[in-house]
């Protein structure tokens, strides 16, 4: 391959590399939040989003929507109830008659006490509003059902009576259930036709569980025709490109959107989720908020805060009607969210290397339910991934071989032709040619891993799975593999990817040299650039790729011990010698 195609190629996968992890870890800034938040968020009884009616309520028009005025909220006891099993406690309150937060009973945070949804006490899950930046909660009376569920009621100025039950849905699933329900009714006791012109749920907030967190990940995500979609914090963000000169546009205080039919719509960060799905209707707007979360020590952490609006109805008196919302609240298991029957496990967003990291992902899991451990699990999932390109790498490093052996004659043409390239590069591709060389043999394998490491780095960067996950001296595979701190600049030390980068130095030497210069200096920056790359994120990537830096090491010491190819000159395909004729 000449001087242009390598540079070519190396800065693309340099560049895609660059991109991908940029996007990932960069929080451009945000202009200050202007808005009054106060930490009880808002409820009224009724709302103000428009979209399709659900089946079985008739539709109201709007020139008939008579939403009454929102109720000032008024000063009475809080009265709280759980609802558990043996994987996640939701705290229910009379506030809104709506989740609180979710703990998750099987997972740690950072601090070692257990993963809290929503725990920042700012709007609660489920709860109904009339406007998404309402912050008053009218109170509901609350009672637990014989049959374990949590009930709320109340009764509006109009006469609606609005009865909201929460409880577990029957599961075949032995653990991993983070699945709720929330059943609301509308019955008009009144004696009057009603009619409201829409209505927003609340989605509860979302924020970084590790300090290490990406913050691309914290998020307001929903699902279109089983395509999932979403902004993250930095959409609030001005989005400028100074080096260019562009200014797109100024930074954003809240997201408002009309959607066509949601199928759901959810609050989710790097790891964990919570997700409303509705089972007889569609979601017909959606609205978020950023906020900043204060920490000890270190820089604010970013949150988002979430609602979606349902679509407006028409009640005669004595006429009920009854909504159906799918609560989930838990953690990425991409398993578990595949079973889901709305597309939630799209949540995960993988991107273009979707089939690619779904296939490592589930790849990985199989693997580790044989061993029990996630490192073993990279490790023997890096060597299956190795064994098929092997056959792929044998032919390239044979390639590569012998267009180091070509190297001297390449040299001599280019100092023959140097002063008219167009005729130097059709010499040495004639060259190559001529001795049965394929100038982009030594790329293939290159090539077909670039969508391996991209559906790796996707995949690891969300696997739920790997956090807590231990392998030798890392005590969670989902972050960096932080060691210590260098005294006086805080800068951390990761030992994985230093093992990276020493073994990418390692196979660089090993690797045969092409004769071209510019080519070999381009090469050599490789290692480094891809330590700074993956350096802060998780230790699992850096260990799938020293580990198949290994596997290569141990392959081009096999191919040394084989003879060196000898150039001979390959008959052109027209002048082959015939067999004779029996």
Known sequence: MDRQAWIAITLCVLGLVGWQIYSATHVPPRAPITAAVSPTPTVANQPVATASPAPGISPAPAATATPSPAESAPVFAEKTETLRNGDVEFHLTNRGGAITEAVLLNHVAENGQRVVLNGTDRVPIGAIVEQPDARALVEFAVARQDDGSVQFERKTAEGITVRKKFFFVPSTEKKDNFVAEMDVEFRNDGAQAYSNAGYFITLGSTHPIHPKDLSSYT???????????????????????????????????????????????????????????????????????????????????????????MPGFKLDPGQTATLRFQLYAGPKLYGRLAKLEHDEAEIMNFGMWKLVSQFLLNFMNLIHGWVHDYGVAIILLTACVKGVLWPLQNKANKSMRKMSALAPKMQALKEKYKDDPTKMNQEVMKLYKEHGVNPVGGCLPMM??????????????????????????????????????????????????????????????????????TQQKVMMFMPLIFLFFCYNFAAALALYYTTQNLFTILQLYQNRKQPVPVLEKVAPAGKRPRKGRA
């Not at 025709?225 to 959409?235: F, L, P, R, S």
């Not at 969670?476 to 800068?491: E, F, K, R, V, Y």
Request: net charge neutral; charged share 15%; aromatic share 10%.
């Open 219 to 309: 998020r307001l995500a929903w699902c279109i025709e089983g395509k999932a979609n979403g902004i993250d914090v930095n959409w609030f963000a001005a989005q400028n490109y100074p080096l260019v000169g562009i200014q797109k546009r100024a930074a954003q205080p809240i997201y408002r959107e009309k959607v066509n039919g949601a199928e759901w719509a959810g609050m989710t960060n790097q790891f964990f989720t919570d997700l409303v799905t509705p089972l007889n209707a569609k979601i017909g707007e959606l609205w978020a908020r950023p906020f900043d979360i204060k920490q000890t020590e270190g820089p604010a952490l970013l949150g988002v805060e979430g609602a979606m609006g």
């Open 448 to 517: 077909i891993q670039i969508p391996i490491f991209f559906g790796l780095f996707s995949m690891l960067g969300q696997a739920a799975e790997l956090r807590n996950a231990s392998f030798l001296w890392v005590h969670d595979l989902s972050q960096p593999d932080t060691i210590a701190h260098i005294p006086g600049l805080g800068w951390p030390i990761n030992i994985l990817p230093l093992i990276m980068g020493a073994t990418n130095l390692w196979l660089m030497r090993m690797t045969p040299k092409t004769g071209d210069s």
